[in-house]
């Protein structure tokens, strides 16, 4: 049962995506919920056509998701094992003793460690670690100039 529909927004494809409040057999929820008319298999479409048949509704228009940011696309690349972010840094002109030797040029103890522990001992390098915007730092390579090189890899 519709309790209550906030916005039916077109999509793509002969989509509606309807904000509403519902009841259903899991209770009475709020809900984002994507609706096509030939959907057999959800046992809302017999109920949504009804509703819009008996409501007629004013359809929003389609809006486009906002294009992610840098910093969304970092997290969406995938992990690199130590040898791969090693061969992306030596593709980039950085080998490893050079960046080895750039961390031990740290002036903190802690912060030197932790980056020693993040170079030599990592299982995995996440592109959004931020051992690795400060390597390419070290070495005057940008972030834009890091995301190019892991999509490469």
């Given amino acids: 049962m519709i309790n209550k529909v906030f916005s039916v927004r077109a999509d793509v494809d002969n989509v509606l995506v309807f904000d509403m409040d519902y009841t259903g057999p899991e209770g009475r929820i709020r809900s984002v919920y994507a609706y096509r008319a030939s959907d057999i298999y959800s046992p809302l479409t017999p109920i949504i056509t009804q509703w819009i048949a008996d409501n007629n509704p004013e359809i929003l228009p ?75 730092a070290m070495f005057d390579k940008s972030p834009a100039e890091i995301d190019a090189a892991w999509k490469v890899r």
């Fill in 62 to 136: 389609y809006i486009p998701p906002p294009e992610p940011t840098a910093e969304e696309l970092r997290a969406q690349m995938p992990d690199k094992t130590p040898r791969e972010f090693r061969d992306i840094l030596t593709d980039m002109g950085i080998f490893p003793h050079m960046v080895a030797a750039k961390i031990n040029e740290i002036p903190f103890d802690i912060e030197r460690q932790k980056a020693l522990n993040a170079w030599e001992v990592s299982t995995y390098i996440s592109r959004t670690d931020p051992y690795v915007d400060m390597i390419g």
